[in-house]
């Protein structure tokens, strides 16, 4: 119980079937016999009239404890209650914050990296640039990974703890777009965006858009909102993205 405990406190954790059928028994869910992961894109949960049986969408592999509170209360509590209401809202939150605009990217795996060696290296350097200026150095070295899947996201960081409980970042990815001529600003805008997450989470524990990082996105000069109205140029589908953008460094200079 212990052990199963502290992973369960990891969201970048990986339980298996039977490691979650144990965690919703330990919940009260003591039919449950069998989960197992399916891996679609509209149905979160079911489960077999008898309640002996549970599919669950895969991204809930690396779910938090609280997650699995709720997926246990929807497998246990009579439908259309408002305990189950309350349990399909938590377990839908979680599962559209491990949606990138629609595209699934697990957290805890390694999703592939379309960045080239010199795209890797540029990031990495802007990155340490945006740290020296608008952070004072004080944020970690994070992987950074460009993704060509995100259809309307610009870019997202993924959050965990180590299992002293150090609250760390796994990574921050971006869209593949922000890497055409003419999105640099947008590049820059987004970056410093997730980089306010980073600050946000590591400094004050919060993963959200509320004041804790707003207050940050603001002292940084990237736009603090959630959601951009922005349009960014996109990318040919048809033709692999190799460019690196010219460094920023006016823009960088006079933040």
């Keep these: 119980m212990a052990v199963l405990d ?3 406190s990891l969201p970048l954790s990986w339980l298996t079937e039977s490691d979650f059928a144990d ?3 330990q919940r009260g869910a003591g039919d449950v016999g069998k989960v197992r992961f399916k891996e679609n894109r509209t149905r979160i949960v079911s489960v077999s009239a008898d309640r002996s049986s549970v599919n669950v969408h895969t991204c809930f592999r690396a779910a938090p404890g609280d997650v699995l509170d709720a997926v246990a209360t929807f497998v246990r509590a009579p439908q ?3 305990a189950a209401r309350r349990s399909v809202a938590r377990m839908r939150s979680w599962w559209e914050g491990q949606m990138t605009g629609g595209d699934f990217e697990t957290r805890g795996m390694s999703a592939p990296c379309c960045a080239t060696a010199q795209q890797r290296e540029f990031l990495r350097a802007t990155y340490e640039r945006l740290n020296a200026l608008h952070f004072a150095g004080r944020l970690p070295p994070v992987p950074i990974r460009l993704s060509d899947r995100m259809s ?15 609250r760390v970042i796994e990574e921050i990815a971006l869209s593949l777009d922000l890497m055409v001529k003419g999105n640099e600003n947008h590049l820059v805008d987004t970056l410093l965006h997730e980089m306010a ?3 946000a989470w590591i400094e004050h524990e919060h993963r959200d858009h509320g004041p804790p990082w707003r207050n940050v ?3 940084v000069g990237c736009e603090p909102t959630a959601c951009s109205a922005v349009r960014i140029r996109r990318r040919s589908r048809r033709l692999p993205l190799t460019r690196v953008p010219d460094l920023i460094l006016p823009r960088l200079a006079h933040s």
């Design 6 to 8: 502290e992973q369960l």
């Design 23 to 25: 965690a919703l028994r």
């Design 80 to 82: 259309g209650s408002q």
């Design 152 to 166: 309307r996201r610009f870019g997202h960081v993924h959050y965990g703890r180590t299992r002293a409980g150090e």
């Design 197 to 199: 997450h980073v600050e």
């Design 217 to 219: 996105a603001v002292r």
